[in-house]
Nanobody, 119 residues
Framework: QVQLVESGGGLVQAGGSLNLSCVAS????????MGWYRQAPGNQRELVAR???????DYADSVEGRFTVSRDNAKNTVYLQMMTLEPEDTAVYYC?????????????WGQGTHITVSS
């Protein structure tokens, strides 16, 4: 089992910045992918950004160039630096960890943290 605890988030004006962090604990394997998804009211959960344990990252088109995902493998922590936030970024942001376990790929999710961007 893996537990994910997010921190950061809150209310920010459009054009502002916020940082999220997520610490993973438990049975974490060396090869994994961590990242962030979000879900706005009435929408499906969507990928924001993710990064592999070797540092390869990819982003949703809507956040490319504004958000940066990074990780500290020694601390089992993933970060999301968000800049030039837009009202459309308002959502619940979920931390994610996926890893290959004995029975296949297993996904873990944090509880979610709210981000509201006011116009």
């Amino acid at each position: 089992q893996v537990q994910l605890v997010e921190s950061g988030g809150g209310l920010v004006q459009a054009g502002g910045s916020l940082n999220l962090s997520c610490v993973a604990s438990g049975s974490i394997f060396g090869i994994n992918t961590m990242g962030w998804y979000r879900q706005a009211p009435g929408n499906q959960r969507e990928l924001v950004a993710r990064i592999t344990s070797t540092g390869s990252a990819d982003y949703a088109d809507s956040v490319e160039g504004r958000f940066t995902v990074s990780r500290d493998n020694a601390k089992n922590t993933v970060y999301l630096q968000m800049m030039t936030l837009e009202p459309e970024d308002t959502a619940v942001y979920y931390c994610y960890l996926g890893q290959l376990e004995r029975n296949g790929v297993r996904e873990y999710w944090g509880q979610g943290t709210h981000i509201t961007v006011s116009s």
